[in-house]
Protein backbone atom coordinates (compact mmCIF):
# COMPACT_ATOMS: atom_id res chain seq x y z
CA UNK A 1 0.00 0.00 0.00
CA UNK A 2 1.24 3.71 -0.98
CA UNK A 3 1.62 5.91 1.84
CA UNK A 4 2.47 9.09 2.14
CA UNK A 5 3.63 11.67 4.93
CA UNK A 6 3.37 15.46 5.72
CA UNK A 7 4.19 16.84 8.57
CA UNK A 8 5.46 20.09 9.58
CA UNK A 9 8.82 19.27 11.25
CA UNK A 10 11.02 16.99 9.87
CA UNK A 11 11.21 15.40 13.13
CA UNK A 12 7.41 14.25 12.62
CA UNK A 13 8.21 13.39 8.79
CA UNK A 14 11.18 11.02 10.90
CA UNK A 15 8.53 9.87 13.59
CA UNK A 16 5.47 8.90 11.42
CA UNK A 17 8.54 6.82 9.43
CA UNK A 18 9.78 4.84 12.58
CA UNK A 19 5.55 4.07 13.88
CA UNK A 20 5.54 2.84 9.95
CA UNK A 21 8.41 0.34 9.70
CA UNK A 22 9.14 -1.00 6.55
CA UNK A 23 5.69 -2.68 5.88
CA UNK A 24 4.56 0.07 3.23
CA UNK A 25 5.85 2.07 0.17
CA UNK A 26 6.26 5.49 1.59
CA UNK A 27 6.85 8.80 0.14
CA UNK A 28 6.94 12.09 2.20
CA UNK A 29 7.16 15.67 2.18
CA UNK A 30 6.99 18.84 4.95
CA UNK A 31 3.70 20.68 5.07
CA UNK A 32 4.48 23.92 3.69
CA UNK A 33 5.84 22.60 0.61
CA UNK A 34 3.45 19.69 0.22
CA UNK A 35 2.27 19.13 -3.16
CA UNK A 36 0.34 15.96 -3.02
CA UNK A 37 2.04 14.85 -5.91
CA UNK A 38 3.19 10.96 -5.12
CA UNK A 39 1.32 9.34 -7.66
CA UNK A 40 -1.18 6.30 -6.69
CA UNK A 41 -1.40 7.17 -3.16
CA UNK A 42 -3.81 4.83 -0.72
CA UNK A 43 -3.13 6.51 2.38
CA UNK A 44 -2.24 9.96 3.88
CA UNK A 45 -0.95 10.43 7.50
CA UNK A 46 -0.49 13.71 8.71
CA UNK A 47 1.19 15.26 11.46
CA UNK A 48 1.03 18.80 12.41
CA UNK A 49 0.23 20.95 15.04
CA UNK A 50 -3.21 22.18 14.02
CA UNK A 51 -3.22 25.07 17.02
CA UNK A 52 -1.21 27.08 14.33
CA UNK A 53 -2.50 29.54 11.87
CA UNK A 54 -0.05 28.58 9.17
CA UNK A 55 -0.44 24.82 8.93
CA UNK A 56 -3.93 24.84 9.12
CA UNK A 57 -3.80 27.57 5.94
CA UNK A 58 -1.40 24.93 4.35
CA UNK A 59 -3.66 22.28 4.86
CA UNK A 60 -6.78 24.04 3.19
CA UNK A 61 -4.18 25.08 0.41
CA UNK A 62 -3.86 21.55 -0.55
CA UNK A 63 -7.19 20.42 0.78
CA UNK A 64 -8.65 19.53 -3.06
CA UNK A 65 -5.84 17.23 -3.57
CA UNK A 66 -6.17 15.99 -0.02
CA UNK A 67 -9.68 14.64 -0.46
CA UNK A 68 -9.03 12.52 -3.26
CA UNK A 69 -7.26 9.97 -0.70
CA UNK A 70 -9.25 7.77 0.36
CA UNK A 71 -7.95 7.51 3.95
CA UNK A 72 -6.49 10.77 5.81
CA UNK A 73 -5.15 9.84 9.04
CA UNK A 74 -4.38 12.69 11.11
CA UNK A 75 -1.76 12.81 14.40
CA UNK A 76 -3.02 15.73 16.22
CA UNK A 77 -1.36 17.10 19.76
CA UNK A 78 -4.07 18.02 21.98
CA UNK A 79 -5.92 15.34 23.53
CA UNK A 80 -9.29 17.48 23.29
CA UNK A 81 -12.25 17.04 21.53
CA UNK A 82 -11.75 20.67 19.56
CA UNK A 83 -8.37 18.72 18.39
CA UNK A 84 -10.38 15.99 17.30
CA UNK A 85 -13.08 17.87 15.55
CA UNK A 86 -10.60 20.42 13.89
CA UNK A 87 -8.59 17.44 12.46
CA UNK A 88 -12.34 16.10 10.55
CA UNK A 89 -12.95 19.40 10.19
CA UNK A 90 -9.75 20.30 7.93
CA UNK A 91 -9.88 16.50 5.76
CA UNK A 92 -9.80 13.56 7.82
CA UNK A 93 -11.17 10.60 7.51
CA UNK A 94 -9.62 8.98 11.14
CA UNK A 95 -7.51 11.04 14.18
CA UNK A 96 -5.25 9.77 16.66
CA UNK A 97 -4.17 11.75 19.88
CA UNK A 98 -0.53 11.93 20.03
CA UNK A 99 1.70 10.04 21.37
CA UNK A 100 0.93 6.82 19.09
CA UNK A 101 1.56 3.37 18.95
CA UNK A 102 2.63 1.28 16.00
CA UNK A 103 0.18 -0.92 16.69
CA UNK A 104 -3.07 2.29 16.32
CA UNK A 105 -1.48 3.69 13.52
CA UNK A 106 -0.98 0.27 11.53
CA UNK A 107 -4.78 -0.78 12.43
CA UNK A 108 -6.03 2.46 11.09
CA UNK A 109 -4.21 1.87 7.58
CA UNK A 110 -4.87 -2.17 7.20
CA UNK A 111 -7.87 -2.97 8.99
CA UNK A 112 -10.53 0.16 8.68
CA UNK A 113 -12.30 -0.03 5.59
CA UNK A 114 -12.18 4.56 4.18
CA UNK A 115 -15.83 5.51 4.77
CA UNK A 116 -16.97 6.71 1.36
CA UNK A 117 -16.05 10.67 0.33
CA UNK A 118 -19.98 11.28 -0.97
CA UNK A 119 -22.89 9.55 0.08
CA UNK A 120 -25.19 8.85 -2.44
CA UNK A 121 -27.47 10.71 -0.77
CA UNK A 122 -25.62 13.66 0.38
CA UNK A 123 -25.12 16.70 -2.95
CA UNK A 124 -21.22 16.80 -3.37
CA UNK A 125 -21.48 20.66 -3.18
CA UNK A 126 -22.91 20.41 0.01
CA UNK A 127 -20.64 18.31 1.72
CA UNK A 128 -17.83 20.70 -0.22
CA UNK A 129 -19.50 23.62 1.76
CA UNK A 130 -19.67 22.00 5.07
CA UNK A 131 -15.67 20.96 4.53
CA UNK A 132 -14.60 24.70 3.91
CA UNK A 133 -17.20 26.21 6.31
CA UNK A 134 -15.82 23.75 9.13
CA UNK A 135 -12.28 24.46 8.29
CA UNK A 136 -12.93 27.99 7.93
CA UNK A 137 -14.74 28.01 11.69
CA UNK A 138 -11.38 26.03 12.91
CA UNK A 139 -8.99 28.51 11.36
CA UNK A 140 -10.90 31.29 12.95
CA UNK A 141 -10.98 29.33 16.54
CA UNK A 142 -7.11 28.75 16.25
CA UNK A 143 -6.55 32.73 15.47
CA UNK A 144 -8.02 33.72 18.40
CA UNK A 145 -6.29 31.12 21.08
CA UNK A 146 -2.84 32.18 19.42
CA UNK A 147 -3.68 35.80 19.18
CA UNK A 148 -3.53 36.00 15.02
CA UNK A 149 -5.31 37.83 12.47
CA UNK A 150 -8.69 36.68 11.59
CA UNK A 151 -9.15 35.58 7.34
CA UNK A 152 -12.59 37.93 7.20
CA UNK A 153 -12.26 37.30 3.68
CA UNK A 154 -12.24 33.55 3.78
CA UNK A 155 -14.89 33.29 6.70
CA UNK A 156 -17.04 35.42 3.89
CA UNK A 157 -15.91 32.88 1.00
CA UNK A 158 -17.39 30.14 3.16
CA UNK A 159 -20.23 31.66 4.31
CA UNK A 160 -21.13 32.13 0.79
CA UNK A 161 -20.49 29.02 0.04
CA UNK A 162 -22.98 28.11 2.47
CA UNK A 163 -25.63 30.03 1.23
CA UNK A 164 -25.48 28.94 -2.73
CA UNK A 165 -25.26 25.55 -1.12
CA UNK A 166 -29.42 25.63 0.04
CA UNK A 167 -30.11 27.81 -2.75
CA UNK A 168 -29.36 24.89 -4.84
CA UNK A 169 -30.03 21.55 -2.20
CA UNK A 170 -32.20 23.39 0.40
CA UNK A 171 -32.18 22.90 4.17
CA UNK A 172 -32.75 19.47 4.28
CA UNK A 173 -30.00 18.26 2.81
CA UNK A 174 -27.48 21.13 4.21
CA UNK A 175 -28.95 20.06 7.83
CA UNK A 176 -28.26 15.63 6.99
CA UNK A 177 -24.81 17.38 5.59
CA UNK A 178 -23.85 18.67 8.68
CA UNK A 179 -25.03 16.62 11.26
CA UNK A 180 -23.38 13.49 9.25
CA UNK A 181 -19.96 14.64 9.13
CA UNK A 182 -19.13 17.50 11.75
CA UNK A 183 -19.86 17.86 15.42
CA UNK A 184 -19.82 20.04 18.73
CA UNK A 185 -19.04 23.96 18.14
CA UNK A 186 -18.41 23.73 14.38
CA UNK A 187 -21.53 21.67 13.81
CA UNK A 188 -23.47 23.88 15.73
CA UNK A 189 -21.92 26.81 13.96
CA UNK A 190 -22.80 25.40 10.80
CA UNK A 191 -26.12 25.00 11.42
CA UNK A 192 -26.81 28.05 12.44
CA UNK A 193 -25.82 29.69 9.57
CA UNK A 194 -27.52 27.25 7.31
CA UNK A 195 -30.40 28.07 9.24
CA UNK A 196 -30.36 32.01 9.38
CA UNK A 197 -29.61 31.95 5.54
CA UNK A 198 -32.61 29.76 4.74
CA UNK A 199 -34.66 32.31 7.11
CA UNK A 200 -33.85 35.22 4.98
CA UNK A 201 -34.41 33.54 2.11
CA UNK A 202 -37.55 32.78 2.70
CA UNK A 203 -38.34 36.30 4.10
CA UNK A 204 -37.30 37.58 0.62
CA UNK A 205 -34.11 39.76 2.04
CA UNK A 206 -31.63 41.22 -0.32
CA UNK A 207 -28.69 39.66 -1.10
CA UNK A 208 -26.58 42.45 1.08
CA UNK A 209 -28.63 41.41 4.07
CA UNK A 210 -27.41 37.45 3.79
CA UNK A 211 -24.02 38.05 3.50
CA UNK A 212 -24.21 40.22 6.32
CA UNK A 213 -26.79 37.15 8.32
CA UNK A 214 -24.17 34.19 7.12
CA UNK A 215 -21.34 36.54 8.04
CA UNK A 216 -23.14 37.24 11.60
CA UNK A 217 -24.05 33.16 11.88
CA UNK A 218 -20.03 32.34 10.97
CA UNK A 219 -18.65 34.14 13.41
CA UNK A 220 -21.27 34.43 16.42
CA UNK A 221 -19.87 31.56 18.54
CA UNK A 222 -15.90 32.67 18.47
CA UNK A 223 -15.89 33.89 22.08
CA UNK A 224 -16.45 30.38 22.85
CA UNK A 225 -12.92 30.34 21.91
CA UNK A 226 -11.72 30.74 24.80
CA UNK A 227 -14.16 28.65 27.27
CA UNK A 228 -12.80 25.56 28.75
CA UNK A 229 -13.85 22.63 26.85
CA UNK A 230 -14.41 21.14 30.37
CA UNK A 231 -17.03 23.71 30.45
CA UNK A 232 -18.06 24.20 27.10
CA UNK A 233 -18.85 19.99 26.37
CA UNK A 234 -20.26 18.92 29.47
CA UNK A 235 -22.28 16.52 29.29
CA UNK A 236 -24.22 17.10 32.09
CA UNK A 237 -26.07 20.62 33.37
CA UNK A 238 -23.94 23.30 34.44
CA UNK A 239 -23.84 24.97 37.76
CA UNK A 240 -23.99 28.19 38.26
CA UNK A 241 -20.28 29.18 37.84
CA UNK A 242 -19.78 27.62 34.77
CA UNK A 243 -23.36 28.95 33.40
CA UNK A 244 -22.10 32.57 34.14
CA UNK A 245 -18.98 31.68 32.16
CA UNK A 246 -21.05 30.46 29.21
CA UNK A 247 -22.60 33.87 29.28
CA UNK A 248 -19.28 35.99 28.49
CA UNK A 249 -18.49 34.40 25.28
CA UNK A 250 -21.01 36.64 23.43
CA UNK A 251 -19.26 39.94 24.60
CA UNK A 252 -15.71 38.00 24.55
CA UNK A 253 -16.75 37.42 20.87
CA UNK A 254 -17.35 41.45 20.49
CA UNK A 255 -13.93 42.07 22.15
CA UNK A 256 -12.18 39.33 19.83
CA UNK A 257 -13.33 40.84 16.47
CA UNK A 258 -14.46 44.52 17.57
CA UNK A 259 -10.47 45.67 16.04
CA UNK A 260 -10.70 43.26 13.14
CA UNK A 261 -11.25 45.58 9.66
CA UNK A 262 -13.98 44.52 7.25
CA UNK A 263 -16.27 43.34 9.77
CA UNK A 264 -19.21 45.81 9.90
CA UNK A 265 -21.03 47.60 13.25
CA UNK A 266 -24.12 45.04 12.40
CA UNK A 267 -22.43 41.89 12.44
CA UNK A 268 -20.86 43.51 15.39
CA UNK A 269 -23.38 43.36 17.01
CA UNK A 270 -25.52 40.67 16.43
CA UNK A 271 -22.25 38.76 17.30
CA UNK A 272 -22.44 40.21 21.12
CA UNK A 273 -26.39 40.47 21.05
CA UNK A 274 -27.45 37.20 19.72
CA UNK A 275 -28.74 35.96 23.31
CA UNK A 276 -30.57 38.63 23.99
CA UNK A 277 -34.78 38.64 24.29
CA UNK A 278 -37.25 40.64 23.45
CA UNK A 279 -38.73 40.72 27.07
CA UNK A 280 -35.27 42.03 28.15
CA UNK A 281 -34.10 38.22 30.14
CA UNK A 282 -31.53 38.09 27.37
CA UNK A 283 -28.06 38.81 28.26
CA UNK A 284 -24.87 40.20 28.10
CA UNK A 285 -27.09 43.98 28.24
CA UNK A 286 -30.31 42.99 28.94
CA UNK A 287 -32.17 44.46 25.33
CA UNK A 288 -35.49 43.94 24.86
CA UNK A 289 -37.93 45.23 22.38
CA UNK A 290 -37.15 47.38 18.82
CA UNK A 291 -33.54 47.87 20.52
CA UNK A 292 -32.87 44.29 19.07
CA UNK A 293 -32.47 44.65 15.35
CA UNK A 294 -34.19 42.39 12.61
CA UNK A 295 -30.53 40.24 11.50
CA UNK A 296 -30.43 39.78 15.59
CA UNK A 297 -33.33 38.69 15.93
CA UNK A 298 -33.24 35.61 12.82
CA UNK A 299 -29.88 34.86 14.04
CA UNK A 300 -31.01 34.32 17.51
CA UNK A 301 -33.74 32.12 16.10
CA UNK A 302 -31.68 30.28 13.93
CA UNK A 303 -28.79 29.80 17.51
CA UNK A 304 -32.13 28.14 19.42
CA UNK A 305 -33.03 25.55 16.38
CA UNK A 306 -29.74 24.53 16.24
CA UNK A 307 -29.27 23.69 19.67
CA UNK A 308 -32.85 22.15 20.61
CA UNK A 309 -31.23 19.15 20.15
CA UNK A 310 -29.38 19.66 23.43
CA UNK A 311 -32.73 20.80 25.33
CA UNK A 312 -36.74 20.15 25.23
CA UNK A 313 -38.62 21.53 22.39
CA UNK A 314 -40.90 23.55 25.01
CA UNK A 315 -37.67 24.96 25.90
CA UNK A 316 -36.85 26.25 22.41
CA UNK A 317 -40.40 26.92 21.19
CA UNK A 318 -40.55 29.16 24.60
CA UNK A 319 -36.96 30.23 23.03
CA UNK A 320 -37.75 31.15 20.23
CA UNK A 321 -41.53 32.87 21.07
CA UNK A 322 -39.11 35.36 23.43
CA UNK A 323 -37.20 36.34 19.99
CA UNK A 324 -39.60 37.02 17.64
Not at 95 to 123: G, H, Y
Request: charged share 20%; with cysteine.
Amino acid sequence: MPIHIVADTPSRLSDVRGLLGQTFEITSELLTAARLRGGDVEALVVSADLRLVDNIAALKAISSRLKRIPRRIFIVDQRTRLAMVQAYALGATDALFRPVKPSQLLARLVDIEAPSIVPDDLSPTSIEAASAGAASIAAMFSAVMNGAAIDVADVRHAGAGIADSIAENGLSDWLATVRRHHEGTYQHCLLVTGLAVDFGMSLGMSKPDIERLYSAAMFHDIGKATIPLTVLDKPGRLDDAERSLIQTHPALGHDALKDTPGISAEVLDAVRHHHEYLDGSGYPDGLCSESIPDIVRILTISDIFAAADRTTDLQADDAAGQSL
